[in-house]
Each structure stands twice: as structure tokens, then as C-alpha cells.
């Protein structure tokens, strides 16, 4: 089994719809992390979370949010989804190292 | 504001041969790099990381090079093998400040052809 898994893999939506990505892990890590792939740009951070009870903005929070349900589970939220947030998202996490762990991640299309 | 600049989008080699990946930085707090590579359909996983202390760090196949005057980094494959076609990203942190965020480059292509 996967350590850091990522629902849905892959998924198409319209504009103005409200998504939810969704991340668990099983690594017993406290720090999670939520980036986006675009060609040519490499990966660039989201939202991060150290613990429970901490939320922080990264490079591009604009458009999104995240709630962390539990340590094991950190969610990504698109309220109104707009063409230019379609990406690759990737789940990620650390614990006390700085090497990060992937999740497989979601493809996101938004029409 | 890219802090860490992968300026090779792609890099062909035969099978064998060295393959060498380059990565920039312009940050000077920067003082831990690490190389990531990434198959089609999967999250990028872990290859190998050099501390700022030092200034090469070798495992197995895998040798990463930091040159901080130049603030430049680079990971030889020796021998390439066609298995390590992928894309390659390098990423930088600031350890010390313990932010636990990791800066990525843009990615590079290696193909090794048989």
C-alpha cells in the first residue's frame, strides 16, 4: 500500500464548481504539504501544515484552501474552480528530515 | 522569482555514458539541495541531497556536486542506465529556518537510450 495516497487520481470538472482533493498517509508524519505541477514551472507550493492545528500560506494560497482533519489527512479545497488552476497536484509529506514523501497525485481538469 | 533554475528542459544520452543535470540557485540562505526524480503517472521520489558543508555526496550510480561560490549544483549518473530516463528536479531549503519548505527548479528530461 501506498504511504502517501492521493483521491481522486484524476479528475474533470466545469468552472465555477467547488473540488476537493484529498490526501491520507499511514507515515506517521506531522508535516503535509500540498503543491501543483505545471510544464515548464516544476512544482510550487500550496498550503502547508506542521500539525493539526497549523495551516500556512505557500508561494500560490490564492484560489484555495485546506483543512487538516486529523494528522493522517490534509484536504485541498478549490471553492470555484477557474480554467488556469487545471495542474498535476502532489500530496506530500516530512517529518523531522527535510526529504518530503509523494503522493502519485491528481490530474486536474477544469473546463 | 524563480530561486532555483533548472535551465535544460531536457538531455539525451546512450546508455553508459555520464549524464549530468545541472541546477542554479540565487539564494544564498539556501543550505540544503536536494534531487528528486519523477516517473510518468507516479509523485517524484527522494534520490539523493547534499548539506551545504559539504561539497560532493556520492550513492551508488548517483553523485551530486555543490559549488556554492557559484551557487550551482549538479547530479552525474554513471553509467546512465535506460531505467533512469525521467524527469529530474532539484529543490533547495533553508534548513536552518526550519520552514520545512523545499523550492523546486522547472525540471529536466533525461532520456538514455539503448
Known amino acids: 500500500d501506498a504511504d502517501v495516497t492521493q483521491t481522486p487520481r484524476n479528475r474533470i470538472t466545469k468552472t465555477g464548481k467547488r473540488i476537493m482533493l484529498e490526501c491520507s498517509q499511514t507515515?506517521?508524519?506531522?508535516?503535509m504539504y500540498w503543491y501543483r505541477q505545471d510544464p515548464g514551472l516544476g512544482l510550487r507550493l500550496i498550503y502547508y501544515?506542521?500539525?493539526?492545528?497549523?495551516?500556512n500560506k505557500g508561494e500560490i494560497s490564492d484560489g484555495y484552501s485546506v483543512s487538516r482533519q486529523a494528522q493522517a489527512k490534509f484536504s485541498l479545497s478549490l471553492e470555484s474552480a477557474i480554467p488556469n488552476q487545471t495542474a498535476l497536484y502532489f500530496c506530500?509529506?516530512?517529518?523531522?528530515?527535510?526529504?518530503?514523501?509523494f503522493g502519485d497525485g491528481t490530474r486536474l481538469s477544469i473546463l | 522569482d524563480q530561486q532555483v533554475k533548472q535551465n535544460s528542459p531536457s538531455l539525451s544520452v546512450q546508455e553508459g555514458r555520464i549524464s549530468i543535470l545541472n541546477c542554479d540557485y540565487t539564494?544564498?540562505?539556501?543550505?540544503?539541495f536536494l534531487w528528486y526524480k519523477k516517473y510518468p503517472a507516479e509523485g517524484p521520489t527522494f534520490l539523493i541531497s547534499?548539506?551545504?558543508?559539504?561539497d560532493k555526496n556520492e550513492d551508488g550510480r548517483f553523485t551530486v556536486f555543490l559549488n556554492k561560490s557559484a551557487k550551482h549544483l549538479s547530479l552525474h549518473i554513471v553509467p546512465s542506465q535506460p531505467g533512469d530516463s525521467a524527469v529530474y528536479f532539484c529543490?533547495?531549503?533553508?534548513?536552518?529556518?526550519?520552514?520545512?519548505?523545499?523550492?523546486f527548479g522547472q525540471g529536466t528530461t533525461l532520456q538514455v537510450k539503448p
Open positions: 547534499i548539506s551545504s558543508i559539504k
Open positions: 501544515s506542521f500539525d493539526v492545528k497549523d495551516i
Open positions: 539564494n544564498s540562505m539556501f543550505d540544503y
Open positions: 529543490a533547495a531549503s533553508g534548513r536552518s529556518s526550519n520552514t520545512g519548505k523545499l523550492i
Open positions: 507515515k506517521g508524519h506531522d508535516r
Open positions: 506530500a509529506t516530512s517529518g523531522t528530515g527535510v526529504s518530503q514523501h
